[in-house]
């Protein structure tokens, strides 16, 4: 069953301005994994955070997890129209052990990066 | 080239057929998953595979069939019991404590 919820649900930026969406959840997790998806198109993997980390940065892209809160932030700094697409925030439990692609996922985000 | 290929990128089904959806991966990952999406929604779990000849049922695991007789390969049957089948359906892999590798999909439509 899929838990937690994506924050917003859609959002409409320029380019050059910053994204954020939030992502929450229930329960435990042991790692949490932002993905990218054009449309009609597989997922690319974007950053995995684990339980005991914080804050991770990849590029353009920053996440932050807090686990007292159940939360998780993704923000994408000098937006590009060619960051348009949906963003998913998937959720590893303990569950999983070591197999991190058994994942719930939330309904996403879809971001619109206007030129 | 390294990764995970689905096979056929549309497919059609008829009322009370099975169907097969190819998922094959050249990245020597142990794990390997089946993930359903419908529009608008984010993915929910069918079935999983840690290892060959092994296999775990996901969230919605009901009118779907998998085998894992090869690292290589993790086919998903829909069968007549999934009564809406109309979907998205991603296949993964992954190695431990690592993310997952998505294919690119196979759009199934019951006609």
Known sequence: ?115 | DGGITQSPKYLFRKEGQNVTLSCEQNLNHDAMYWYRQDPGQGLRLIYYSQIVNDFQKGDIAEGYSVSREKKESFPLTVTSAQKNPTAFYLCASSITRTEAFFGQGTRLTVV
């Open chain 1, 1 to 115: 069953s899929q838990q937690g919820e994506e924050d917003p649900q859609a959002l409409s930026i320029q380019e050059g301005e910053n994204a954020t969406m939030n992502c929450s959840y229930k329960t435990s997790i042991n790692n949490l994994q932002w993905y990218r998806q054009n449309s009609g198109r597989g997922l690319v993997h974007l950053i995995l955070i684990r339980s005991n980390e914080r804050e991770k940065h990849s590029g353009r892209l920053r996440v932050t997890l807090d686990t007292s809160k159940k939360s998780s932030s993704l923000l994408i700094t000098a937006s590009r129209a060619a960051d348009t697409a949906s963003y998913f925030c998937a959720r590893g439990s303990n569950a999983g052990g070591t197999s991190y692609g058994k994942l719930t996922f939330g309904q996403g985000t879809i971001l619109t990066v206007h030129p």
